[in-house]
Each structure stands twice: as C-alpha cells, then as structure tokens.
C-alpha cells in the first residue's frame, strides 16, 4: 500500500487511461477511413503505455526522495520515504523502473525501425532527474518541464506511430463514407496543448500551496520570487489563452455539426475553467490552493473523457 502511495497510483491510472483513450479513440479508428496500417496494434500500444507508466512512477518515487525536507514541513502526515520505506530500496526501484520502461519502448521503436526513437524515454528520465534535483526548485522552469513532460503523454503516440504522419498535410476535418471527422494530427495537437497549459496552472497552483516550505528550503519559485498575487494573475493569463483554442474548437465543433461534444468542450471545460479564473485570487490560504488544485485536476479529468464522445460522433 505505501508503495502505491509513493508512486501516486491515482495519477498513474490517469496517464494510462490518457494514452488509452488518445490511441484507442482517434488513432485506432485510422485504420477504418484510411489505407494506413497502424504500428501502434494492442501489444505495441501496451508496451508503450506501461513503458509510459513505469517512467512516470520512477519520476514520482525520485521526487520524493529529493523532497523528503520540503514535505515534512508541508504535508508532514503523508511522508512516506524514511519513515516506511528505506531510501535504498526507493533508489533501487527508482533504477529499476527506469531500466524496465526504457527497454519496453526500445522493442516498439526497434519495429518502427527507428532506435532514435527510444531517446524520448531516456530523456524523461533524465528531466524528471534534474526536475526533482534541481528545476523544480527554480524560477518557472520547474512548471515547464512537468508540463512538457505531461504533454510527452499524447506527444509519444504520435512520434512513434508511423501512420499519424499521412494526416499532418491534411485539411482540419477529412470526408470519410461515412462521416465529416476532425483530423487527427488536429485532435491530439489540441489534447496536447490543453495538457501543456492545464498541468502549467496546476504546478503554479502547487507552488502557492507549498510557498511556505518552499521558501524555508530556499526553492525560487514562481510564489516565492513574485508574491502569490502576481502569480494568481499570470495562472489567469495562461487560463485565458488555453480558452483561446478550446473556445475556438468548440465553435467550429459546432459549425461542423459536432453538436454533443462542442456543447460538453463549452460547458464542461471553457467554463469550469473561466470560473477557476475568476476564483483563483479571491483567497490567499494553502486549503484554496489545494482545492484549485484539485479543481484543476477535476477539468484535465473532463478533457480525456471528452475522448470517449469523440470516439461515438466520430465513428458512430
């Protein structure tokens, strides 16, 4: 139990279940309106995803572990390292984890013919490293490489799909038999970007919740170096523009006959996020952040289950 603990098991199954969705609801359907044959079938999707899986866990047990200080001042009742688990063996699995996720996604680039490939494994670890050890004490860059690192998510699929690649020349919504169905390339360009900002809020969001054992740490983040005011109004500004293209998707969901999901992508998604905009600097309390922060989580959530209506509009 306290292992899944230390890996944030929750999260995890969220990471899954993004790449699942991603793949199985607008990359396997290539296949039924097209003449491209997918790389990515269900053993190399699996082996890809748990790769994804096992890096991310190994992220979360390195971070604790560089972060043992900074949580026993912040969350003092949720340390696990030291107290549960000994240091050693949170290295050893951290090793092993690392070692077994960049093998996996080495057999699926070996049969995209591209070992190149597999340095996107390796280079998370290696950001997921020097995040823990280094970044995530830093001035916004921290915020950055976990968003990025979280766009990685959708952004691997589509690297190692060789089939994907027919589609980045195409119009924003293909003629199929049977329906008029957004492009793919489009569709998880749109999930990646709404990825890269909402985790971007969430991370500065944490920030504000961590300020004061950050500060005693001699962290310099975003709170930390600007205030919790100015950093409430630049989480607002990165709000704003993620509901530039959410908006704009929605509207042209909507011209395009897309009725169901351009109405679920305006009330489940832009809205909920105006109203974290509007209640993010109405409060200045670690319990508001923490509940902004869950908020935020909650919208990510509604945004990979807007996959799932794609799927059923699209090919239905």
Request: glycine share 6%.
């Amino acid at each position: 139990m306290y292992w899944l603990k230390l890996v944030r098991w929750q999260n995890l199954i969220i990471v899954f279940l993004t790449q699942l969705l991603a793949w199985g609801c607008v990359m396997l359907p290539i296949e039924s309106y097209s003449n491209q044959v997918l790389l990515l079938q269900w053993h190399n999707f699996l082996l890809l995803a748990i790769s994804t899986v096992l890096i991310a866990a190994a992220g979360y047990i390195i971070n604790d572990y560089f972060d043992i200080k900074i949580d026993i001042i912040n969350r003092p009742q949720k340390v696990i390292l030291e107290k549960r688990i000994p240091l050693r063996m949170a290295i050893i699995a951290h090793t092993v984890l690392n070692v077994i996720g960049i093998l996996l996604a080495a057999s699926v680039a070996r049969q995209a013919g591209h070992y190149s490939l597999v340095l996107l494994q390796v280079g998370c670890t290696v950001m997921l490293w020097f995040y823990s050890t280094t970044f995530k004490k830093q001035f916004i860059t921290g915020n950055v490489v976990v968003a990025l690192l979280t766009s990685f998510t959708i952004i691997t699929l589509m690297l190692y799909e060789p089939a994907i690649k027919y589609f980045a020349t195409q119009p924003p919504f293909i003629i199929t038999p049977q329906n008029k169905i957004p492009n793919p390339v489009w569709v998880l360009g749109i999930y990646t970007c709404f990825a890269f900002t909402l985790t971007w809020m969430r991370e500065i969001v944490k920030d504000m919740e961590d300020f004061k054992g950050d500060a005693q740490e001699g962290c310099v983040t975003m709170p930390i170096r600007w205030g919790l005011l100015r950093s409430s109004r630049f989480t607002q500004a990165i709000g704003i523009i993620t509901l530039v293209p959410l908006i704009t998707g929605a509207i042209k969901l909507l011209m395009a006959d897309w009725i169901f999901l351009g109405v679920y992508t305006i009330v489940t998604l832009a809205a909920p996020i105006i109203g974290l905009i509007i209640y993010l600097p109405t409060k200045a309390t670690s319990k508001h952040y923490n509940d902004c922060s869950r908020w935020l989580k909650i919208i990510m959530i509604a945004g990979i289950g807007s996959l799932i209506i794609y799927y059923f509009q699209a090919h239905a």
